[in-house]
């Protein structure tokens, strides 16, 4: 079943005051609480990498991609203006209460997504500058422009702009792309149809208003919830992979069993829920939230205290030479040459 967009009043255009007094909503239409997750998970990406950047150029990087994510947010409401307007989700936002017009969202976005790829390139390397601007051409064009008006798996193609993140924080830092960052891509990857279907199923009609067809507008609930449960039942194993793999610790391994085990349970409870149950829905919802951030803060502690832990080896592997073999007695470039490749390393 195919649903095209319908006839939708233009937004109420209200008095605007100055600019300064606005940057309030501009900051609003960059999505903050999408950015976090951006950043928090591309920070994961950064971490977990085998090569430490350097801290200015890290928190350049970070800044960057912050920025970049707040640029397809808010090229996205740009496009978007006309469906917020008829969605009580989506009413508040700035340009449907006419704080800011559409051509200033326009020219926002394309400045900020201008500035976070070339800021991310000259502070990293040109993967990661290139990876960004795919991330936001991919969710700006191929989700909102493309997909999410026309086919009801809007969410699942798109989400693989979201999963992208980890991705392109690791290559801020390596240079290329590795088994681990697309781990971490899968995992978000499987996470974001269960965390957007939960909480559109109790908002169905307010979609279906706006001609957006997402699943449950075009499906029933019971096929809607079976495909939560079918992504949630891929995501539990997925969300181990890191530990099996060996590049997070036991921490992480039992805090992604645990909180999977509880995801689990959630879809499995909304699956058999009644129709007229929206705690149901809005329970995996909240919970898919807090899932994610808890599985990237237990990557983030195994990542340090390893690092931790191969620093401190390091340094008393470095001192057992020194204490074996006397400086004096070393050729001068490796005497040389041995901290320094250390340093670069750590």
């Known amino acids: 079943m195919k649903i095209t967009a319908t006839s939708l009043p233009r937004p109420r255009v209200l008095p605007r005051s ?64 006309d469906i917020d307007a008829v969605m009580t989700r989506t ?113 169905a009609d307010e979609y279906r208003r706006a001609g957006v067809p997402m699943l449950p507008v075009v499906a029933d609930r019971a096929a809607t919830t079976l495909q939560i449960l079918i992504y949630s039942v891929l995501l539990v194993p997925t969300s181990l992979l890191p530990w099996a793999l060996g590049y997070a610790g036991a921490l992480y391994g039992v805090v992604a069993l645990a909180s999977g085990a509880v995801f689990l349970a959630l879809a499995l ?16 919802f909240l919970f898919s939230i807090s899932y994610l951030f808890l599985l990237f803060a237990a990557l983030l502690f195994s990542s340090i205290g390893d690092r931790s832990s191969w620093k401190a080896s390091a340094r008393e592997d470095a001192r057992r030479i020194t204490r074996s073999a006397p400086l004096a007695a070393l050729p001068l470039p490796t005497a040389i040459a041995f901290p320094v490749a250390k340093s670069d390393e750590a």
Not at 56 to 80: E, F, N, R, T
Not at 106 to 114: D, E, I, Y
Not at 134 to 158: A, D, E, H, S
Not at 197 to 203: D, E, T, V
């Open 269 to 284: 409870q909304l699956h058999r829920s009644q129709q007229s149950d929206r705690q149901a829905a809005q329970h995996l």
């Open 91 to 203: 009413a508040r936002r700035p340009i449907p209460r006419g704080r800011i017009s559409r051509p200033e969202a326009l020219a926002f976005g394309l400045f900020l997504s201008c500035g976070a790829v070339l800021v991310l390139g000259m502070a990293t390397n040109v993967a990661a500058a290139g990876l960004l601007a795919f991330t936001i051409f991919f969710y700006v064009v191929v989700y909102t422009l493309w997909l999410k008006r026309i086919t009801p798996q809007n969410i699942v193609i798109g989400g693989a702009a979201g999963a992208l993140p980890p991705v392109v924080g690791w290559a801020s830092a390596t240079g290329d792309i590795g088994l681990e960052p697309i781990v971490l891509f899968l995992i978000i990857f499987l996470w974001t149809p269960p965390h957007f279907w939960a909480l559109s199923l109790n908002r």
């Open 18 to 81: 100055g600019l300064t007094t606005r940057v309030p909503d501009f900051l609003a239409l960059m999505k903050p609480r999408v950015m976090l997750l951006a950043v928090f998970t591309a920070f994961a990406g950064l971490m977990i990498a085998p090569v430490s950047l350097d801290p200015l150029l890290g928190s350049l990087a970070m800044a960057a991609i912050a920025v970049g994510a707040g640029a397809a947010g808010v090229l996205s409401m740009w496009y978007d203006a």
